[in-house]
């Protein structure tokens, strides 16, 4: 006869998204190169926790794997080429990672404190990083290095957002002190820069997001609630478009029609059409699909899909045929992993069926039984291979613990389960997964 545990031991906590970036392949002359017919679309995004999940858009939104997290691990910026993924954050590095085995493959020093930006050029060579202390700075990623290669000149300020325009030499610097920069990487000097406030204004504004939308014109999102429009070969504005009640922290391009989407603190995603005979930027509709901030917007290589997410941690899936003034059709994916964090044997040392739980770099296990059965803890023999801290018995405080005449603990259960172990690993990086194994002899 079966048996079922209803058992609630796992504390589980949503964390908020950062960035999302579809994966795109490009030819050494910067041309997108076409998808083929055996190749998925998938895209990466990062949790505020530092935890990086890859996605496959091709097979119905599956979440494929994930690298967690740690202590002190943030990603602020995260960013392809072709196939490899480099993330940075405020610990000051920027990485490569090897998907394949959810682990760093490269790392390299900022050079200037935490990374809130990075962005690759369409030539794949060189990748850009904004930093802490107001410097843009240029790595060499091409055959398979990653090594500072040169950096422009110091600003005030530190450097929010990154984009280059669509002449690969030059490249836009967004910061929090109202300014946008247009450098070039031949000359390595400021061409243009333009103030999106006057400069008696007490209130700072804060750039954002920058895109390129045409072959000379930039959109740039700022803390004022407005999406403007320059022309980097002038270096002067030519629209300002009020579309969100609060600060717009992200921006993406449909590259296909040209639509441009915009989201914010307001949680409000606006669809912004260039309309040719009054040539001017207009607003086409705008819909709420998340309860909180959106943090982050990306608009598949095909153009069919725009991925959302922020503060609500879920993910959000609109098609942008459908993206209308009346009407929007949004999938939501719950917050919840799609790879569990949890598993379990059937039979143990103990006798009685165990659940594992991993959060963090901490591991519970449980043992699921009868009401009023002793069970003695696996103290010893415990063999690990990285340091950890146990503790034994009622962690939680939900049951009783005796000690028998040898000294080994004894654990009554009082709901029908009982925490035996609480492992902590005493290392950065959070844990990817776990498995208890069925021999009982182990």
Not at 243 to 249: K, N, P, R, Y
Request: glycine share 8%; hydrophobic share 40%; with cysteine.
């Amino acid at each position: 006869m079966a048996e079922v545990h209803r058992l609630s031991v796992v504390d589980f906590v949503p964390s908020a998204i950062n960035n999302i970036a579809f994966h795109q392949s490009f030819s050494e002359l910067g041309e997108p190169l076409p998808k083929s017919a055996d190749t998925d679309v998938r895209f990466a995004l990062s949790r505020q926790d530092g935890t990086i999940e890859l996605w496959n858009a091709t097979q119905d939104f599956v979440h494929e794997q994930s690298i967690q997290g740690g202590e002190n691990i943030s990603v602020e910026a995260l960013v392809w080429q072709n196939n490899r993924l480099f993330t940075a954050g405020v610990h000051s590095t920027i990485t490569e990672w090897d998907a394949e085995h959810c682990a760093p493959k490269a790392q390299e020093s900022s050079y200037g404190g935490p990374v809130w930006a990075l962005a690759m050029n369409r030539t794949t060579t060189l990748l850009m990083a904004g930093c802490e202390d107001g410097c843009v700075r240029a790595f060499d990623v091409s055959g398979g290095n990653l090594a500072l290669a040169f950096s422009f000149d110091k600003q005030k300020g530190r450097v929010l957002s990154l984009a280059w325009t669509m002449k690969n030499h030059l490249i836009c610097s967004g910061d929090d002190q109202g300014m946008i920069r247009v450098w070039d990487t031949k000359t390595r000097r400021c061409q243009h820069y333009m103030t999106l406030q006057d400069r008696s204004a007490k209130k700072k504004v804060m750039v954002w997001a920058i895109v390129p939308v045409s072959a000379d014109v930039v959109a740039s999102a700022d803390s004022t609630g407005n999406v403007q429009f320059w022309n980097t070969e002038l270096g002067t504005l030519m629209q300002r478009v009020s579309t969100h009640s609060s600060a717009v922290l992200t921006l993406a391009l449909e590259p296909s029609s040209g639509a441009l989407y915009a989201a914010g603190m307001d949680a409000a995603m606006v669809k912004l059409n260039f309309v040719q005979d009054q040539s001017k930027w207009v607003i086409e509709a705008s819909h709420r699909e998340h309860s909180h901030d959106i943090r982050a917007l990306s608009v598949s290589p095909d153009g069919n899909f725009l991925v959302s997410g922020g503060v609500d941690t879920q993910l959000g899936i609109s098609r942008t045929e459908s993206f209308a003034p009346l009407s929007c059709s949004t999938r939501k994916i719950p917050s919840f992993p799609q790879m569990s964090p949890i598993c379990s044997s059937l039979t143990s040392p103990a006798g009685s069926p165990l659940v594992a739980y991993k959060h963090g770099r901490a591991i519970d296990i449980w043992c699921l039984m009868t009401p009023g059965t002793l069970v003695r803890s696996t103290r010893a023999p415990l063999s690990l291979q990285e340091d950890v801290d146990v503790e034994h018995g009622d962690v939680d405080g939900d049951g009783d613990v005796d000690v028998d005449e040898n000294g080994t603990d004894v654990v009554r259960a009082v709901q029908g389960g009982q925490l035996l172990l609480q492992i902590q690993l005493n290392s950065v990086c959070n844990i990817n997964d776990i498995a208890i194994s069925s021999d009982e002899a182990c």
